[in-house]
């Protein structure tokens, strides 16, 4: 059964205090990793696709990379809007996505 | 460029009644995804129809759920005989393939049983 963990579950940041929020998986295929981003009351906006170990992509403050077990999601001098909750999800069939429960960002000004 | 559109928003239903969830996708997209978010919990896939056609149904529980994308309207998804437990978040996505192509949520119906 797949499998996505998504650690801190909450992270407080200071403005510009660059971290990083991980995702750990274990999926018989992966076709692909997505990273979301969930504003309270909305649903998950999207924002990377990786589908190798050793890829990387980039947006503004963030920038999303791959390995064989995990991924991370570093964020880059942070600010108040980049507040969030940010879902990891894994594919291996056909977009029926597993997602972790998310780490809820907090950056305070 | 309109994006997912699920309505309503909000919905209460009192216990043994039933709950209509509708989702028009993306223009052009074909493939309608819903998941359900329960309170605490993180998003759990339920169903992926295309039109007229169901074509995973393993996360959506067997009795009083049920799921349909017609050929003309909306993807519904019909919950009868609501209980407390069924209060959550549902959310509707769509993709215009089933491979390698991200969903696009909308923003969600959230349903309150008293």
């Known amino acids: 059964e797949d499998q996505v963990t998504q650690s801190p579950e909450a992270l407080r940041l200071q403005e510009g205090e660059s971290s990083s929020l991980n995702c750990s998986y274990t999926?018989?295929?992966?076709?692909?990793l997505f990273w979301y981003r969930q504003d309270p009351g909305k649903g998950p906006e999207f924002l990377f696709t990786?589908?190798?170990a050793g890829e990387e992509k980039e947006k503004e403050r963030l920038k999303a990379t791959l390995t064989k077990k995990e991924s991370f999601l570093h964020i880059t001098a942070p600010k108040p809007e980049d507040s969030a909750t940010y879902l990891c999800?894994?594919?291996?069939?056909?977009?029926?996505?597993?997602f972790g429960g998310g780490t809820r960002l907090m950056v305070k000004p | 460029n309109a994006g997912v559109m699920q309505n309503p928003r909000h919905l209460v239903r009192r216990r043994g009644q039933e709950a209509r969830l509708r989702c028009s996708p993306v223009?052009?997209?074909?493939?309608v995804y819903w998941y359900r978010q329960l309170p605490e919990e993180g998003l759990k896939f339920m169903v992926y129809l295309q039109k007229e056609n169901i074509i995973d149904e393993s996360g959506m529980p067997k009795e009083r759920f049920s799921a349909e994308f017609p050929k003309e309207g909306p993807s519904i998804l019909r919950i009868q005989q609501v209980v407390r437990g069924d209060s959550a978040a549902y959310f509707c996505a769509s993709s215009p393939r089933d491979v390698g192509s991200p969903l696009h949520f909308g923003n969600g119906t959230r349903l309150t049983v008293t």
């Open positions: 223009k052009g997209h074909s493939h």
């Open positions: 999926v018989s295929g992966l076709r692909g």
């Open positions: 999800a894994v594919d291996n069939a056909g977009n029926m996505l597993t």
């Open positions: 990786l589908y190798s």
